[in-house]
């Protein structure tokens, strides 16, 4: 089944000049594989396409089922430069919310916020 | 028996932090310190710049009353000592404003100690060699330098507390070395065990964003629920001499101490985990192990560290110009297209009074003026929109322009154009700020003492 990754990982961003790094950490043990296999660097950058735009690093804690994105080119110059009404992009790492992941069928019970009716 | 302990409280994260829980974390957390971050990167230059304008700015940490009052009495009733980076570009004041304070509070023969030696501007040049961000030499930042300043570690403040210092006040200092230097003062660490340093410095980073790791950035109702969000506590470590901790806050506030407000904070503004640079150690959070242990406490332990580098981080804030900015606003069925419309409009005045900027960008806040060029382009229309102008510009004559536009679309624009008066200036300086490294021995913080 597909579904957003809200249901399945919760993030924060942070800044530091013009990078910003961006925490997906899986809600639960058995979504973190998935969400490790499917959440590759390339795809995060080229879901962040035009806004992200310098290269991205990814670094991955395991046991605490953490991944790290480090995203040069994310703030626009850096915070005091930037135009953007969120020169910190604190809210940058709610648009991941959004990627869609295939879950297994049998996990569906694991997922965080579903409705009935939700896909 | 429990085993000894030392609760170290968070005060603030930042300089607009709420005063109210670092009250109810000295009245009721039982603490042996309680510890303030101010700063953000450019807070030191944006205090020079305005005590070059404002000869009555003192230059410390502008609600250092409001948070000295609130937490003082409590402080002096428990015995907590306080350690702060309150003290900006002027950590000597802001220690004889707190003696000000103290004897206001009838406490007499009080020691506070101001940490400063960390500001550089005069010789940056001399000392540093390379932009980080950009590999250019540093001398290319002469004509626009306004401050520089090397990021300090613990050491100065545990030196401070063996010379007997009740409070300490600094100016720059890394954040997570705040909370770590009463670890290594109460201790006996090393400043060169890097394994205690990596564990009390990975907990002084959990703790240098306050309610970051209590639940007070991570509500998301129906994904992430938190009890009582108006009602947040700042957290409390209880620290154990090998750098064990867990985390907690003062029971009954609002708010959640659990493995997932805990993680978030862990690699809020981290690049690599596995090396966290400071000035004190390389922290390695890879290695680190958490256990909920009960409501609201997590336990954390081996985290971990590599020796420090010979290397500080240099802080150079440079004048870069101006930003203009505004908004105004449409709603109703057509919103959009009447933005649309006031974008067009606006890029042809912004041609007609010959704009000289660097950047000018005109956002629909609705649509994409948060997330930019990644902001889906196939979702319904909002019913209500605003168009957020701001352009970067060398003199503060041309980011006047911006607004000055804006102005115009009052009359001058669109149908059904909402616009607010005027009632504060639109253009801002713009502090950018470069990091650099300068070799270790270069620099001596220097201590002075005051008594209430």
């Known amino acids: ?119 | 028996m429990t085993r000894p302990t030392l609760r170290i409280g968070g005060g603030s994260a930042w300089w607009g932090d709420r005063v109210e829980p670092a009250a109810l974390n000295a009245e009721k957390g039982d603490l042996d310190y309680l510890c303030f971050e101010t700063m953000a990167e450019a807070t030191i230059s944006a205090a020079q710049v305005r005590a070059r304008r404002d000869p009555g700015f003192p230059g410390y940490d502008t609600y250092l009353d409001d948070r000295m009052r609130a937490v003082l009495p409590h402080c002096l009733k428990r015995g907590t000592k306080i350690i702060s980076n309150q003290g900006w570009i002027n950590p000597e004041g802001a220690a004889q404003r707190i003696v000000h304070w103290l004897r206001e509070f009838g406490a007499r023969r009080v020691k506070v100690a101001a940490v400063s030696g960390g500001l550089i501007t005069d010789r940056v040049l001399q000392l540093t060699d390379r932009i980080l961000e950009n590999g250019q030499p540093t001398a290319t930042l002469q004509s626009n330098l306004v401050s520089a300043e090397v990021y300090l570690g613990a050491e100065p403040i545990v030196e401070a507390l063996q010379q007997g210092a009740h409070i300490v006040v600094s100016g720059r200092v890394a954040d997570p070395s705040i909370f770590m230097a009463p670890m290594m003062y109460e201790f006996g660490w090393n400043a060169l065990d890097h394994v205690r340093l990596g564990a009390g410095n990975g907990l002084g980073h959990l703790m240098e964003c306050g309610a970051q790791v209590t639940g007070g950035y991570f509500a998301d109702p129906g994904f992430k629920d938190v009890p009582e969000p108006w009602n947040f506590g700042f957290p409390i470590a209880e620290v154990e001499p090998d750098g064990s901790a867990v985390l907690t806050k003062v029971a009954g506030t609002g708010g959640a101490v659990t493995l997932q407000t805990v993680k978030e904070q862990m690699l809020y503004e981290v690049h690599d985990p596995a090396n966290y640079l400071t000035p004190d150690v390389v922290v390695d959070f890879t290695t680190t192990q958490l256990e909920q242990i009960g409501p609201d406490r997590v336990r954390v332990t081996k985290i971990s560290g590599k020796p420090r580098t010979p290397t500080l981080k240099v802080s150079i804030g440079c004048a870069e110009g101006f930003i203009g900015e505004d908004m105004f606003f449409y709603a109703g069925p057509g919103a959009l297209r009447r933005a649309q419309l006031a974008k067009r409009i606006l890029e042809e005045r912004f041609k007609i009074v010959k704009l000289d900027a660097e950047e000018v960008r005109i956002d629909f806040l609705g649509v994409n003026a948060i997330h930019g060029e990644m902001s889906p382009k196939d979702r319904p229309e909002p019913y209500e929109v605003a168009v957020r102008v701001a352009a970067r510009t060398r003199t503060r004559e041309e980011a006047i322009k911006v607004g000055r536009e804006v102005d115009g679309m009052a009359v001058s624009g669109v149908g059904m154009t909402g616009k607010r008066v005027p009632h504060q200036d639109r253009t801002r300086e713009i502090i950018g700020v470069w990091s650099s490294l300068v070799p270790r021995e270069k620099i001596t913080p220097s201590l002075s003492f005051y008594e209430s």
């Not at chain 1, 806004?51 to 991955?60: A, D, F, I, N, W």
């Not at chain 1, 604190?90 to 069928?105: C, H, N, V, Y």
């Not at chain 1, 569906?108 to 916020?113: E, V």
């Open chain 1, 1 to 119: 089944m597909n579904v957003l990754l809200q249901h399945v990982a919760h993030c924060r961003s942070g800044d530091k000049g013009n990078t910003s790094n961006i925490v997906v950490i899986a809600y639960d043990e058995a979504m973190y594989p998935h969400l490790k296999a499917q959440l590759t660097a390339e795809r995060f950058k080229a879901f962040y396409d035009g806004t992200v735009k310098g290269p991205v690093e990814r670094y991955t804690i395991d046991h605490l089922w953490c991944m790290n994105f480090v995203c040069q080119g994310a703030l626009g110059g850096g915070v005091s430069r930037s135009l953007c009404l969120d020169n910190y992009g604190k809210t940058l790492s709610a648009g991941i919310l959004g990627f869609e992941l295939e879950i297994p069928e049998g996990l569906r019970g694991r997922l965080r916020g579903m409705r009935s009716g939700e896909p």
